[in-house]
């Protein structure tokens, strides 16, 4: 149980907002280095904002396994003049709402004024996260024995959460084809065909319970967003989403590496589950008043443990939600309105975070929630994670 | 009974040998002479795995290992349909199962194909791969 979650919100909630974000194809055929896509998305997402290089005074990214490019080659990249704030993260999808959360630090506490948070990486054409190998404490027990990815390790949590709370691989059809809906209407997405509970079962399993349409598809992509005030985020030339609250968690049982699955104690419940208790005390409100969330998804069942998490729903009745449409578009809860990770594409859940910001701000286009006043985010599926609240700024 | 590993192994494999260190080498050395050991925390009396400096438990370092009967019960499995290692193409489908001992830890190993459930109780059984000794588990 936390028995640390803070009784007060942090300095930070409410004196920092998202503003510009910014994106390249996630469809292009590659053949980019990664420095090039992360300024394409980082000039993108300043222009977005009304801004320019000669306003930034701080950079966060994070990477995994050495895929990306350091904060200062995006520094010199773009021309910045001096820089009073930089840090490079690790450790890939747990990390995004906590470097957004980080930025908000920053510029709260005055070291910094506009902060880029980006993600970039070749992971169609270069490091596939889903299958590289890479040096830990724990790869001697796994490599050998031919557990060697990520869909196997978490194939092997959603075996267990079947176990624990009757789910079925109908329940984890009914993410994938839930957000299939979404992704039709977003142009950014790799994955944008509708799909019957037939074409689903179709489809061959990668590692069972999971088929490839579980598995979220790997892109050559950068995305980026702007982190300055509140105030100053007024001024801009998009509205603010403000950043509202957030959480990390490294729980008890976290291990030894990212990859590590022998102490976590139940593999039905992920560290989302640990942080909910400190996300909702540092934004000041309850899950009933979120209006989106954007639930980070490189594998189906994630969205139901989020769903269960963070307390949208109770044990073992995600699936039914789902399945109910309350996450679509004009359901209780439209959840992953980009299409997830599963479609859009795997820029290691930034994606999922600047999906939160564009509904905060009204700018979803197609998929827009209507009167989207409270998003969440999340960030992290296994022992890990973060997760972020954002508010929208004119309300 | 069934090999835990079928297919055209030898050969293939230096890619994926166990890469030791100083907290593991001793568990892997025990396994090569048949011994199935498990950490152990002198303190707190927890066990643990894999290997390391201190117990997770409580913190102590003051932590030794024991030996195990291996006997066990499945916790979680999955079967691999499509490798992502190409060591291991010529293998599948295979299964990978996760283990409770009752000593109080979690290890991973292959099991032979077959049914499997919740609970199931199965014992760790040391196989060769190619000269190297690495975990399996067997059906009780």
Request: hydrophobic fraction near 25%.
């Given at each position: 149980m936390i028995t640390t979650a803070p009784a007060r919100r942090p300095a930070y909630a409410g004196r920092a907002a998202a503003t510009g974000v910014g994106y390249t194809d996630f469809t292009a055929p590659g053949g980019r280095s990664v420095l090039d896509l992360a300024l394409e998305a980082s000039r993108s997402a300043l222009a977005d904002a009304g801004l320019t290089p000669a306003d930034v005074d701080g950079i966060c990214s994070f990477g995994l396994f050495n895929d990306s490019v350091a904060c200062q080659a995006v520094a010199t990249g773009l021309g910045?003049?001096?820089?009073?704030y930089v840090l490079d993260l690790n450790n890939?999808?747990?990390?995004p709402a906590f470097a957004l959360l980080n930025a908000a630090m920053a510029v709260a506490s005055g070291m910094a004024n506009t902060v880029i948070v980006y993600r970039a990486l070749n992971g169609r054409s270069g490091k596939k996260v889903g299958s590289t190998r890479f040096e830990a404490p724990s790869s001697q027990f796994r490599y050998p024995i031919g557990l060697s990815a990520y869909p196997q390790y978490i194939a092997l949590w959603a075996r267990r959460f079947m176990i624990e709370t009757g789910a079925t691989e109908e329940d984890l059809a009914a993410v994938v084809l839930a957000q299939r809906e979404y992704s039709a209407l977003n142009e950014r997405a790799v994955r944008r065909d509708p799909m019957t509970l037939e074409q689903y079962f179709s489809r061959g399993y990668v590692v069972e319970p999971f088929r490839t349409v579980d598995c979220t598809v790997e892109v050559d992509a950068a995305v980026a967003v702007v982190v300055t005030s509140t105030e100053r985020a007024r001024d801009l030339a998009v509205p603010p989403a403000v950043i509202e609250g957030g959480a990390w968690v490294t729980g008890r049982?976290?291990?030894?590496?990212?990859?590590?699955?022998?102490?976590?104690?139940?593999?039905?419940?992920?560290?989302q589950h640990l942080l909910a208790p400190r996300l909702w005390a540092s934004a000041g409100i309850g899950p009933a008043e979120v209006d989106v969330a954007e639930i980070y998804d490189c594998f189906s069942p994630a969205v139901l443990y989020g769903l269960e998490a963070l307390g949208f729903v109770e044990r073992g009745g995600a699936a039914e939600f789902v399945r109910s449409g309350q996450?679509?578009?004009?359901?209780?809860l439209p959840t992953n309105t980009h299409g997830g990770l599963l479609n859009e594409g795997y820029v290691h859940g930034m994606n999922t975070v600047t999906e939160a910001v564009l509904q905060a701000q009204g700018r979803g286009g197609a998929r827009q929630v209507p009167r989207a006043r409270v998003v969440v985010a999340t960030s992290g599926v296994l022992v890990d994670g973060s997760a972020i609240v954002f508010r929208n700024g004119e309300s | 009974m069934t090999p835990i590993v079928t297919g055209d192994v030898v050969g293939q494999r230096a890619t994926v040998t166990p890469e030791t260190d100083p907290n593991t080498q001793w568990w892997w050395d025990a396994l090569a002479r048949g011994e199935f050991r498990v950490p152990h925390c002198t303190s707190c009396d927890g066990s643990f795995f894999p290997p390391m400096p201190a117990c997770p438990h409580c913190g102590s370092t003051a932590v030794d290992h024991r030996r195990s009967t291996g006997d066990g019960t499945i916790y979680s499995w999955i079967t691999v349909h499509l490798a992502q290692d190409p060591a291991f193409v010529d293998e599948t489908p295979y299964t990978v199962v996760a283990v409770h001992l009752p000593e109080g830890a979690r290890l991973f190993g292959r099991i032979a194909e077959g049914k499997l459930a919740d609970g199931m109780p199965v014992r760790a059984v040391p196989y060769q791969v190619g000269g190297t000794t690495l975990l399996g588990f067997e059906r009780i």
């Open positions: 910045c003049d001096d820089l009073s890939g999808g747990s990390q049982g976290s291990g030894l590496d990212v990859a590590d699955l022998h102490n976590w104690p139940d593999f039905s419940r992920n560290c996450t679509s578009l004009t359901g209780a | -």
